[in-house]
């Protein structure tokens, strides 16, 4: 190597680490920086915010977001260091990324992936990206995130970034009374079976749209009860022509008013409307008309007379011989295997090529058994015609493709599926505290416990100084995380005791005061509908009886009362008792929570 090609290379290491980089963005193109959030620079546009909490009203329904204290995961500071990566071994980013804990190189790969969107890129960098637009859509210039957002959908066919990205999109287009976008949505996309029918997609066509149409009927069948789905799958052509006729025939027109059906007297139903963990009310409350049992009757009924007449229909064009078959089902694209399922710090790699023989035995109609080739599968379940053993048709828990299964192979790939939230569970929790995976491993292999038992001590420990601190909200939030621990345990009375305390806390207004400020607030009690509804769910499992509950609540809050604390145990009983048992939102300050008791 000559001399002047070896300065050259101490110049370009030199560079490669810096501090300041707004360089780095002069390439990005216009309609992707103005979609950014910087925390400082010539292209600062975003302040931090103290934890409070927005409204948005839109046709009836209220969303509420409540910010916390949280920096937003895509907020972007160009004093971190950015160090230039053509490596291709950089370990990805992993859950619930942030731009502020990247490495330099992941930075880097980063905004240099920014340049152009359209490129294949790890889906975290994608979410990255995404959790900024999803401000965008709630709070900014929701049009551009919109054309860009649809953009990042076409590219990147991410299961889980779908299904966020589709419901922040359904909301968007409720929010702001947009059914052009609505319209638009829905012809982006190729076919109505990759538009999972959901109670916020059936809410967006009764308030913008009116109708649903057969192929969206035919969609919901599993939902509204419906189990005879032989000729909606493999006859779906004939199922949906008859259905239309049938529609035609009782309104003049082939759909069906949703309208026809009271929003009123649909159970509400608690939904995820974005990804960002920065907005803590990520979810909110609609009407389902999923639930609504004259809205499954209706659909029941009607699935019902289509499939009886489907069937005669079919016995004459056999009988006339003039029968062609429903065109196949488009095979669905082979998606790429979760990466929990590789190696890592905590877990062991889980072989993702175990069931691709039996996508050979679904495609080339071969029993998993007997391995002899027969003239059909069964749609869901069936008898093989040769050995007569049941043949399960599920989608791959690895790619998502049709594979024919066996009873043992089904019961596989149900602990598989299990193993797979359980880890995303332990992924989730640790990526959204200030513990390290490493530290978890130590504590697993020094004392020989289970990696949710090592979770709970280190969430203990790091709770420890927040509560010093006066910073109580946090200390709450630390509480309820290991309630959702012990209750993914399956110790289901330790995680009520954790969750009744995490209410007791919040009718004292816990709040982040900090080491010179006061840990609770008076004007800020509030009883978390998530954390109600799990002491609902797991009072019924528990099968506990109001006594049951008060009694408890006792013992939990027995020797818990700090100097700063207002509310006697009385009060405490009577909130989460119109909130458990009266549905009550229970909100407000000291003196409004008083009068609603009175």
């Excluded at 649909?266 to 009407?287: G, H, Q, V, W």
Aim: hydrophobic share 35%.
């Amino acid at each position: 190597m000559g001399l002047l090609s070896k300065i050259g290379n101490l110049i370009n290491v030199n560079n490669n680490l810096s501090s300041n980089k707004e360089n780095m963005f002069i390439n990005i193109p216009n309609d992707i920086m103005e979609l950014l959030w910087f925390k400082d620079g010539k292209y600062k546009n975003y302040e931090d915010k103290k934890a409070k909490e927005d409204k948005i009203e839109s046709n009836g329904i209220t969303i509420t977001f409540s910010f916390l204290s949280k920096q937003e995961p895509s907020l972007i500071s160009i004093n971190n260091m950015i160090k230039n990566s053509q490596n291709k071994d950089i370990e990805t980013p992993g859950y619930y990324p942030s731009y502020d804990e990247l490495t330099p190189q992941q930075r880097w790969i980063y905004l240099n992936w920014l340049k152009n969107i359209d490129n294949k890129i790890d889906i975290s960098y994608v979410f990255l990206f995404y959790y900024g637009l999803e401000r965008h859509l709630l709070f900014g210039d929701y049009t551009k995130a919109w054309n860009i957002l649809c953009r990042l959908r076409k590219n990147h066919k991410n299961q889980s970034f779908i299904s966020y990205s589709t419901n922040a999109l359904i909301a968007t287009c409720i929010i702001r009374n947009r059914p052009d976008l609505f319209i638009q949505l829905l012809e982006d996309t190729e076919d109505v079976d990759d538009m999972y029918i959901s109670d916020l997609y059936l809410l967006a066509k009764y308030k913008l749209y009116g109708e649903i149409m057969p192929k969206e009927v035919m969609a919901i069948a599993s939902k509204v009860g419906f189990k005879n789905n032989r000729y909606i799958k493999n006859e779906s052509l004939v199922f949906e022509d008859e259905l239309s006729n049938i529609l035609f025939e009782r309104y003049n027109k082939n759909g069906i008013d949703l309208r026809l059906f009271d929003l009123k007297k649909c159970p509400e139903k608690d939904i995820t409307l974005i990804a960002n963990i920065s907005i803590d009310e990520r979810y909110t409350k609609i009407p389902s008309l999923l639930e609504n049992g004259e809205f499954k009757t209706y659909i029941h009924d009607l699935l019902s007379e289509t499939h009886e007449i489907t069937k005669t229909k079919l016995k004459e064009i056999r009988k006339s011989q003039a029968y062609v078959p429903s065109i196949k089902p488009k095979k669905r694209e082979k998606k790429e295997p979760d990466k929990i399922f590789k190696e890592s710090i905590l877990f062991e790699k889980i072989d993702t090529n175990i069931f691709d023989k039996n996508e050979e035995f679904y495609d080339h109609y071969i029993c998993p058994y007997c391995k002899e080739k027969v003239e059909k599968l069964p749609v869901s379940k069936g008898k093989c015609t040769k050995c007569k053993n049941d043949i399960l048709i599920k989608n791959s828990i690895f790619t998502g493709v049709k594979i024919a299964l066996t009873k043992e192979e089904n019961e596989l790939m149900v602990n598989i599926r299990n193993e797979r939230a359980r880890r995303h569970f332990i992924d989730n929790i640790i990526n959204n505290l200030p513990i390290s995976a490493k530290e978890v491993k130590k504590v697993v292999s020094k004392r020989n416990i289970t990696i949710e038992e090592a979770l709970i001590e280190e969430i203990e420990k790091i709770s420890v100084n927040e509560k010093l601190n006066n910073n109580m909200g946090i200390y709450r939030c630390y509480i309820m995380d290991r309630g959702r621990i012990y209750e993914k345990m399956g110790n289901l009375k330790e995680a009520l005791k954790l969750y009744m305390l995490v209410c007791y806390y919040d009718l004292n207004g816990a709040t982040n005061g900090g080491s010179i400020g006061l840990g609770y607030d008076k004007n800020q009690i509030f009883l978390a509908p998530a954390v109600i509804d799990w002491i609902k769910k797991i009072t019924k499992s528990l099968k506990l009886s109001e006594e049951d509950l008060y009694n408890l609540l006792n013992q939990v809050i027995k020797d818990k009362k700090e100097n700063e604390m207002f509310i006697n145990d009385n009060v405490v009983w009577k909130c989460m008792y119109k909130a458990i048992y009266e549905d009550i939102l229970v909100r407000g300050t000291y003196e409004e929570i008083l009068e609603q008791l009175i």
